[in-house]
C-alpha cells in the first residue's frame, strides 16, 4: 500500500469516527486470511503468522514465528527453523527462541491493496449501519412522516430518511389504500439492526 491508502485511512476514520488503530488491525487481519488464501497449492501455512502494516508509510511485512532448533531436529519448516539460519536474520537468536522470519510474498502488495479496499468499505458499511440504528433506536415508540416507497402484497416499504420502514399488511388501517409517493404518519414500533 502506498501512504496515499494511509492517508485515506486516517481521513476515514475521522470522519467516520472510527478507531484508526481498530481499522490498521482489522486490515492487518484480513490480509493475514489472504496471505493464507493465495498460498500456492499445496504449501502450508505457518502456524503463527503476523502481518503488519507500517503506519507511515504503508509498507506491508508478513512474519511467520518458527521454533528455533538443532539441525537436525527440524521436521516442520514451515513452524520450525535452524539456529543457523535464524541467526542470519539476527546474530542474537538462540536455541529455543522464537524467530520471526519475513515471508512476505512478491506481488503481495496488489492483493494487500484490493484486500484493504474491501475491508475498509466493509467497515464504513458497518459504522453507518451502527449510526442508523443508534438514531433510530432513540424513535422507537414515536411517531415518524416518512414516504410510500414500494407496495407488496404483504408490506408496505417506507422511507424513513436514512433507512426503510416496513409495514405489514395487517397492521394498517383497515381500508386504507396507499400509493407510492404518499406521505404517511407511521408509529415506529420496533427498530433492527440489519446484517446486509
Do not use: C, W
Not at 482489522?26 to 502456524?47: H, M, R, S, V, W
Not at 453507518?128 to 432513540?138: C, L, N
Request: net charge negative; proline share 4%; glycine share 4%.
Amino acid at each position: 500500500m502506498k501512504s496515499e491508502v494511509i492517508d485515506a485511512i486516517r481521513m476515514l476514520a475521522k470522519e467516520k469516527e472510527i478507531s484508526e488503530d481498530t481499522l490498521f488491525q482489522t486490515i492487518e487481519e484480513a490480509l493475514k486470511a489472504a496471505y493464507k488464501k493465495n498460498l500456492p497449492k499445496g504449501e502450508a501455512a505457518p502456524n503463527n503468522l503476523d502481518v503488519t502494516v507500517n503506519r507511515q508509510d504503508g509498507s506491508i511485512s508478513v512474519y511467520a514465528r518458527k521454533l528455533i532448533l538443532e539441525d537436525e531436529e527440524i521436521e516442520d519448516p514451515t513452524n520450525q527453523i535452524s539456529l543457523k539460519d535464524a541467526q542470519k536474520i539476527n546474530p542474537n537468536y538462540q536455541m529455543g527462541d522464537i524467530a520471526e522470519v519475513d515471508v512476505t510474498p512478491s506481488g503481495f502488495l496488489r492483493v494487500a491493496a484490493q484486500t484493504a479496499k474491501q475491508v475498509i468499505i466493509q467497515h464504513i458499511r458497518e459504522a453507518e449501519r451502527g449510526k442508523i440504528y443508534d438514531e433510530y433506536i432513540e424513535k422507537e415508540n414515536e411517531i415518524m412522516t416518512g414516504i410510500v416507497e414500494r407496495i407488496e402484497p404483504k408490506a408496505i416499504y417506507i422511507d424513513l430518511g436514512r433507512t426503510e420502514g416496513v409495514l405489514d399488511r395487517d397492521e394498517m388501517i383497515p381500508g386504507e389504500v396507499l400509493h407510492d409517493e404518499d406521505h404517511i404518519k407511521v408509529y415506529i414500533l420496533e427498530v433492527h439492526k440489519t446484517s446486509q
